[in-house]
């Protein structure tokens, strides 16, 4: 079992290379090689670009050049911008590397790490000053607007190195509690910190342990829903996958707050590097005394296991998990009572997500008053987000509550590519709603969100551009969530489905009036008598589209169009006869061979042969052909 004292020593002695890693001077000795540190991203994106096979590379260049004993090698956790992988950052110098491959290794290890050049063709654009000087990260526009708490160590540290997180004051908020505080005092610091849960309708995390901590029973326990499932959301894989630790302190913390000697991580077998990493954190931790019997010689026993879910998107709703976990089919349960009440196998239960857990700790460390200084009246704290879509810099950030929509996509973003007009945003993935321009200026927290006909959710955040069919996206959310349906409860099993019908139906021309009002009426329905959130949320984009986009769904049903030239069955493809030169080109793609004409004299497309398949219009090098 690790002392404070222990803890300390691994501390300092951690820190020291740690610090060295950033705020170290290149300076060679003796004419030799400069100290180096090359962090590596080893998260779920760049791995499946081969970030491994570079890590290897370098190694073996490193060591073919003797300098092994000056180049530290790191596989870390998410840098964040994930559309620019493989990632990779050679401290000191804070040069970032984006989209490396295996065969630009030789040249980075030849002359950076030998000879101190900067290989220019591979440095990140943002950060690459005119006159050659590179930019340290904090000031590149999709950093300088951050802040990161619950992705703080995340490509900072080795996740696999348990005397890492130590040296970034691991474990230390949990020998702060079981020391020198009552469970009550950590109940009370969450409360007054203000922390919500961060997985989807943002509850009070304060208010759920101390309903745990009052109850009488002889077993609680504590759950991280890791059941990430909405499309295009990676915030809490890419923590798992960072900063395992500081998700194993806080459920030790939680666990210590309302009286559980055990805790789960359910976590999708979807996710082999996060499953991974957490098996490998839980083990060093039991390996250090910092899990199982007499954490830190306080009489507090607390040990972490692990359950793979099968990526049911049902099974990130409590209720759903709790029976996933029990060997039961994932399906949920009625409520009240409430997991914290009545949870697993009907002991009280808290059931919190994985940044919500990952933000414990450094609460805990820093105080109730340093965390509720950030963010808003009723939000506090940061948010971690999942951009995507139509934006130029896709990948994870972390901002305070509060910022506006705007600050995201634009500021960190980068905005829309391709010179393109911003149309919508969704946040909260299937369970949220489309926001559009006039939004933009809105602060982002968990009550403005609802007020807008959104929600928070975890954090997905999707940008459309002007080419984005919103009829398509509701469409394409019902879609998914009707397939994601456990088919308990009447209204999301059938409900879900007759509203896809509906779209479906309006997408291919055939919609009517009475089709509109259908899906409001029928929408507001499912929401009232759901059994879960899954059905209570799923008509959620229906509702925000009609609302903000009713005009897009008037054209679907009275002009028979798809003003963004989306939804097949009505789209028209025409041949400009002014534009087209005769080369055929068309016309040999088509594999409907719905087009004619002489080599050199204008082409004409057949609609009754058309497919729509879109092979000529993408294949025009002439502008030729448009569709309306």
């Known amino acids: 079992m690790k002392t404070l004292l222990d803890l300390e020593g691994i501390r300092t002695a951690q820190l020291h290379r740690l ?15 400069a100290e180096r540190s090359v962090m590596i991203c080893g998260g779920t994106g760049c791995t499946s670009s081969d970030s491994m096979f570079i890590a290897e590379a370098f190694e073996q260049a490193v060591a073919a050049q003797g300098i092994q004993d000056k180049i530290e090698i790191v596989r870390t956790g998410c840098f964040g911008l994930c559309e620019l992988g493989p990632v990779v950052i050679i401290y000191p110098e804070e040069v970032f590397y984006n989209r490396v491959k295996v065969k630009d290794v030789a040249e980075i290890v030849d002359k950076h790490l030998l000879q101190g050049k900067i290989v220019d063709r591979l440095v990140y654009s943002q950060s690459l000053e005119k006159d050659g000087r590179i930019k340290p990260l904090h000031e590149v526009d999709f950093f300088r607007k951050q802040q990161r708490i619950a992705l703080r160590n995340c490509g900072t540290i080795d996740p696999e190195d348990i ?40 509850f009070p995390t304060g208010v759920k342990w101390e309903t745990a901590a009052k109850q009488r029973t002889g077993q609680k326990y504590v759950i991280c829903n890791a059941d990430e499932g909405d499309p295009g959301a990676f915030m809490d894989r890419s923590i798992l996958e960072g900063d395992p630790h500081s998700v194993l302190e806080g459920m030790a913390i939680a666990g210590y707050a309302i009286g559980a000697n055990h805790g789960f991580i359910y976590v999708r077998a979807e996710y082999p590097i996060a499953v991974r990493r957490v098996q ?3 083990k060093q931790a039991r390996d250090y005394g910092l899990l199982g019997d007499d954490l830190f010689g306080s009489g507090f026993s607390f040990d972490i296991s692990v359950r793979l879910g099968a990526g049911a998107f049902v099974c990130g709703e409590e209720t759903a998990l709790m029976n996933s976990v029990e060997g039961k089919r994932g399906m949920p349960n009625p409520k009240p009572p409430f997991p914290a009440v009545s949870g697993l196998w009907g002991q009280p239960t808290v059931i919190n997500n994985v940044e919500t857990l990952a933000n414990v700790p450094i609460i805990l460390l820093k105080g109730a008053s340093w965390y509720a200084s950030i963010g808003t009246e009723k939000s ?18 972390e901002v305070p509550m509060g910022v506006t929509l705007r600050d995201v996509i634009y500021e960190i973003g980068g905005g829309i590519p391709g010179g ?32 807008l006909g959104s929600m928070m959710g975890s954090g997905g955040m999707l940008v459309m551009d002007e080419e984005t069919c919103m009829v398509d996206v509701a469409r394409y959310y019902l879609d998914f969530t009707r397939d994601e349906s456990c088919g308990k409860c009447a209204p999301c099993r059938i409900g879900t489905k007759r509203l896809l019908e509906i ?18 009426d029928l929408s507001e329905q499912i929401k009232a008598a759901s059994l879960c959130g899954l059905g209570q949320t799923a008509p959620n984009p229906v509702l925000s589209t009609l609302k903000y986009f009713r005009e897009e769904y008037l054209a ?33 793609k088509c594999p409907a061979e719905a087009i004619s004409g002489e080599m050199k004299e204008p082409h004409v497309i057949d609609p009754q042969l058309c497919i729509k398949c879109g092979i000529c219009f993408d294949s025009c090098k002439f502008e030729a052909i448009y569709k309306s």
């Open 503 to 520: 779209l479906e139906k309006i997408t291919e021309g055939k919609g009517t009036m009475e089709d509109l009002e259908a899906l409001e």
């Open 420 to 451: 393109k007009a911003f149309k919508a945003v969704q946040t909260g993935g299937p369970s949220g709603g489309c926001l559009t321009s006039e939004h933009l200026d809105r602060p982002i927290d968990y009550d403005t969100l609802l007020s």
């Open 163 to 202: 005397d890492e997180y130590i040296a970034m004051n691991g474990y230390k908020a949990l020998h702060k509690v079981l020391t020198t505080m009552e469970p009550a005092e950590v109940v009370a610091e969450v409360k007054e910190a203000g922390l919500r849960g961060r997985g989807g309708g943002g």
């Open 280 to 282: 490998a954190a839980i």
């Open 380 to 397: 506090k704290g940061t948010k971690v987000f999942a951009l995507g879509g139509k934006v130029v810099n896709t990948g994870l950030v």
């Open 556 to 588: 679907h049903v009275v002009d028979k169009k798809c003003p963004a030239g989306v939804c097949r069955s009505l789209i028209t493809y025409t041949i400009d006869e002014e534009k087209c030169r005769g080369c055929t080109l068309c016309a040999r």
């Open 19 to 33: 610090v060295r890693r950033k705020l170290g001077k290149v300076e060679a000795v003796d004419g030799g090689v």
